[in-house]
């Protein structure tokens, strides 16, 4: 069955639920719509397969969430936007250019284990670093930039804590600066892995409101999440993403048990009435110490306490 | 006045270390000069500053210029001449002398850096290069010639009349008494040059062989009639290899040398094991390029402290 | 007074005292840097590493500073190779190859014949006979270094901070810390004259360790080690002057002396802190990383 990412999803849930996006989308119509275009990629690490055959456009202004198990690939995906990582096999496009080259027009925000808190910058310092590429080589930030900062800074409710040096924030706060850093760029793309994970709710909803507002002003948001209440409440679209993509669509596909069968490789489990995902870390060949952690499909909002831990 | 704020050290350890380091600034502040002139006359006020490398080279100036030189050296009696690094009194030393004397042909090398850092115009004397008369030995371990020529004391009054001459020129104001003096001093020399020859002579001569540590001896075995088994350390500051220590020990057995002679300063283990190897006694007290305590203060007493042990190691008399 | 004055009166002590403040100057600039960026061992390794090429061009009769420099900026290129390609396990490799490389300097040291004096300078220092070529090329590779490191200043932070967002910002992460490598390697070779190699990687990283200690904030860090530093620097070479003894250590001593006070006595960790630990928030926060 084609894909066709110009139907109104919710038209055709039977369609929807056997959507597996195949090589039909190789057609310049859905490419030069897209702002991010995947043709038959496929990448890994060393001699590790992470992501094959992926075929995944994304519409400019879409919201989009990426959702899978541990090590399905997500933060590889994401990666491949970024142009952070090359694919062994087929292309990457970004805003019409290969991955990577549009940097300025894109802001990645890492997942935050990855940062040395312990660095001697402020607030103001990292949302800074926001603006560096459109500064260019050699100048130093001016006027414009600081106020570009200030606002960023407003935006995300750290306006207060300008001064504060990043390993005193609270988890929470550390989240808003990076997505204060990813606005204070003024990117047309935004690509966050992992962006409300392990943050109390009131952060999740400030972040995620903020995430909606660019896209309805046209900006393309990408963000990996394993919170799949999140997902289908607050995203408009979802890919699921098991080693390839399972399912793109509208957000309400999560809710699809057929969907999350095959996106979670059948660790589920119905509990009067609820469908829950089991998530086996033994399942795939990780490394050790992925603790398991549960969603409720169609619940109340997911996140509880767990521990997470990067995906390579 | 005693303040409670917190910005004051609670803990007296820290007044203590400031203690600590004010007494050490002001020790250091009192500290005098470099290496004080040990034996020897006063020096007149205004006296020719001269700075030597070696003590030895020191009191050589000190006898032929007298009271009208002031002499110091920068290797301390005891440390080895060719490795010695220069302290910051030394340089400050040579950047305040009038004139430099040091050996040259290696031995004390390092001093050319330091007088161009610090005195790049002053008069320097290099007294054992290009000295007219002296039939030059060639180095071993790729040096082009054997530095230690004062041991032959005939070389010592070349060095002498050089150090006068130096001395003359640098302070024409007391050439002549400078003159006198290093006249003096070289006839004290030429004695002292007949002495070691008849008192070597002594020693029967199937027995005059020597070992030695380093290669300090060749101009006085030449001199005296004495003959090189070999040395115990080719360049000074790198140990022997096991092979050349066992090429040593062949050479000893095979020459039928009585002693080994090790040096005042240097590790005298070496020597000594060698020896045991050898089956040959060890004498391990020689002085060649720095003075010791009296009697050893002098470059004459030196010398005589030398030929004594060696003539009394090797069975001469007298 | 006197005690200051004094020295001065000596012009190799004022050229000393030049020459080690622009060590000091450099090595606290880019040293900020090494130490933000853990790479304090690898700076020991191309120290040490810098010996062979040391002793080939005192073999070869050649300018050392040059031998010392291509050793050294072969040595940190292949270090950036080795830790990229090897991960965490680079640190080993850089132990052998360092330490191989030293001792090949020392095996060629020991098939020179005759006087070797000079080479000793460069094992432990010779500040006080900084020459006035010397100095000069030593004023030229210090500039040199600091432009380089002021125009790329903001980049150079952005990598070493968040290497992923710089790379994914446009950066060449992987270009930059190749660069910044060879200007490790080109300090260390302009410090060695004052320190020697043994010592060099201490005036690299202690001035900004101590300023670590006392501050948070970026700017703060750098300008405190500067003023380390040369401060440090100064401090010693009078101090050496005074006790007669050896400058490179002196000085390294003094750095290490206001290291332990900062330690025992700075706001951050020291008695006069408010809790005398280092910072650590109270509670993790779900998902905070948990350093280590």
Redesign the interface.
Same mark, same amino acid.
């Given at each position: 069955m084609t894909f066709d990412p110009h139907s109104h999803p919710h038209d055709h849930p039977a369609e929807r639920r056997l959507a597996t996006v195949d090589a039909g989308l190789d057609s310049g119509h859905a490419r030069a719509h897209s702002d991010v275009w995947l043709s038959d990629v496929s990448a890994g690490y060393g001699d590790r397969v992470a992501l094959e055959n992926v075929n995944l456009a994304v519409e400019a202004g879409s919201l989009l969430a990426v959702v899978g198990p541990n090590g399905a690939g997500k933060s590889t995906l994401l990666k491949l936007m970024a142009g952070l990582l090359q694919p062994w096999h087929g292309r990457v496009e970004v805003l019409g250019h290969p991955a990577g080259q549009q940097a300025r027009r894109v802001a990645y925000v890492p997942q935050a284990e990855l940062v040395d808190w312990g660095f001697p910058v402020t607030v103001d310092d990292v949302v800074m670093m926001g603006r560096y590429p459109a500064l260019g080589r050699f100048r130093r930030p001016g006027p414009d930039d600081r106020r570009a900062v200030a606002a960023a800074l407003e935006q995300v409710g750290m306006a207060a804590h300008a001064s504060t040096q990043i390993g005193e924030l609270s988890g929470g706060q550390r989240r808003r600066v990076f997505l204060a850093r990813a606005l204070a760029a003024g990117p047309d793309l935004f690509l966050l892995d992992e962006p409300v994970t392990g943050v109390d709710a009131t952060t999740q909803e400030d972040l995620m409101d903020i995430l909606e507002a660019e896209a309805r002003s046209g900006k393309t948001v990408v963000a990996t999440t394993h919170d799949l209440a999140c997902a289908a409440q607050r995203f408009q679209q979802v890919a699921t993403v098991n080693r390839t993509i399972i399912a793109h669509g509208p957000s309400s596909l999560i809710l699809d048990p057929d969907v999350l069968a095959r996106t979670y490789g059948g660790h589920l489990l119905v509990l009067g009435g609820q469908t829950v995902v089991l998530d086996d870390a033994h399942h795939h060949d990780d490394a050790p110490g992925k603790e398991r952690h549960f969603h409720e499909g169609g619940g109340s909002a997911g996140g509880g306490s767990h521990h997470e831990h990067p995906e390579p | 006045m005693i303040r409670r704020a /917190? +910005?004051v050290?609670?803990?007296s350890s820290?007044r203590l270390g400031l203690g600590v380091a004010a007494i050490?600034?002001v020790v250091? +502040?009192c500290?005098g000069a470099a290496t004080p002139a040990s034996s020897g006359p006063t020096p007149a006020p205004g006296a020719l500053k001269v700075v030597a490398t070696t003590t030895v080279l020191a009191d050589m100036v000190r006898q032929v210029g007298g009271t009208n030189v002031d002499a110091t050296s920068i290797v301390p009696k005891g440390a080895v001449v060719?490795?010695?690094?220069p302290?910051?009194?030394d340089?400050?030393a040579v950047?305040a002398a009038d004139l430099v004397v040091m050996n040259g042909l290696?031995l004390d090398?390092?001093l050319k /850096?330091?007088i161009?850092?610090?005195n790049p115009d002053v008069p320097v004397v290099r007294l054992g290069e290009d000295l007219p008369g002296v039939d030059y030995i060639s180095?071993g371990?790729?040096?082009a010639v054997n530095p230690h020529l004062w041991l032959d004391v005939s070389n010592g009054e070349r060095y002498a009349a050089r150090i006068a001459d130096a001395l003359a020129t640098a302070d024409p104001a007391r050439a002549a008494d400078v003159r006198a003096g290093g006249d003096a001093y070289r006839a004290r020399l030429t004695d002292l040059d007949a002495g070691v020859r008849a008192r070597i002579a002594t020693i029967p001569a199937a027995d005059r062989k020597l070992v030695s540590f380093h290669e300090a001896f060749p101009y006085f075995a030449k001199a005296y009639g004495l003959e090189i088994v070999g040395s115990v350390v080719g360049?000074p500051?790198?140990d022997p290899s096991a092979g050349e220590v066992a090429t040593l020990i062949d050479a000893i057995k095979g020459s039928g040398a009585k002693a080994v002679f090790a040096e005042a300063g240097f590790n005298p283990d070496l020597a000594r094991a060698i020896a045991t190897e050898a089956g040959v006694s060890v004498e391990s007290n020689l002085y060649n390029d720095s003075l010791g305590d009296p009697p050893v203060d002098t470059y004459e007493g030196l010398i005589r402290w030398d030929v004594d042990r060696i003539v009394a190691a090797l069975g001469g008399r007298g | 007074m006197?005690?200051l004055i004094e020295?001065l009166t000596?012009? %190799? %002590?004022v050229?000393a005292l030049i020459a080690a403040s622009l060590v000091g100057v450099v090595c606290a600039v880019v040293g900020t840097f090494v130490v933000l960026k853990g790479l304090a061992f690898i700076g020991d390794a191309i120290s040490h590493a810098a010996f062979p090429g040391v002793v080939a061009a005192y073999i070869v009769h050649g300018p050392i500073l040059i031998g010392a420099a291509i050793a050294a900026v072969i040595t940190a290129l292949s270090i950036g190779f080795v830790t990229r390609r090897a991960g965490v396990r680079g640190d080993t490799a850089i132990g052998v190859l360092f330490a191989g490389a030293f001792a090949l300097g020392v095996f060629m040291f020991?098939t020179?014949?005759? $006087?070797?004096?000079?080479l %000793?300078?460069f094992l %432990?220092g010779?500040l006080?006979?900084?020459?006035v070529e010397d100095l000069v090329t030593l004023a030229i590779l210090a500039t040199i270094v600091l432009v380089v490191v002021a125009l790329l200043w903001k980049e150079l932070l952005y990598a070493t901070f968040d290497p992923q967002g710089a790379a994914a910002s446009g950066l060449r992460v992987e270009a930059l810390e190749y660069l910044f490598l060879g200007l490790v390697a080109l300090t260390i070779v302009v410090s060695l004259q004052a320190v020697g190699i043994i010592l060099v990687v201490a005036m690299l990283v202690t001035p900004a360790a101590t300023g670590q200690l006392l501050t948070v904030r970026f700017g703060m860090l750098v300008l405190l080690a500067v003023v380390i530093g040369i401060g440090s620097s100064v401090l010693g070479l009078y101090?050496? $002057?005074?006790?007669?003894?050896?400058?490179g250590a002196t000085i390294v001593l003094v750095q290490t002396g206001l290291f332990l006070g900062a330690l025992?006595?700075g706001p951050r960790t020291g008695?006069?802190s408010r809790r005398g630990r280092p910072e650590r928030p109270a509670v993790l926060a779900v998902g905070d990383h948990v350093p280590g």
């Open positions: - | /917190r +910005a050290p609670r803990h820290l050490l600034l250091a +502040a500290t060719e490795t010695f690094d302290s910051p009194r340089i400050a950047s290696g090398d390092w /850096r330091v161009t850092a610090a180095g371990a790729g040096e360049v500051g790198q | 006197d005690l020295p000596h012009v %190799f %002590f050229r020991s020179i014949q005759g $006087y070797v004096g000079d %000793f300078g %432990f010779s006080l006979l900084t020459g101090v050496s $002057y005074w006790l007669d003894v050896a400058t025992a006595l008695l006069l």
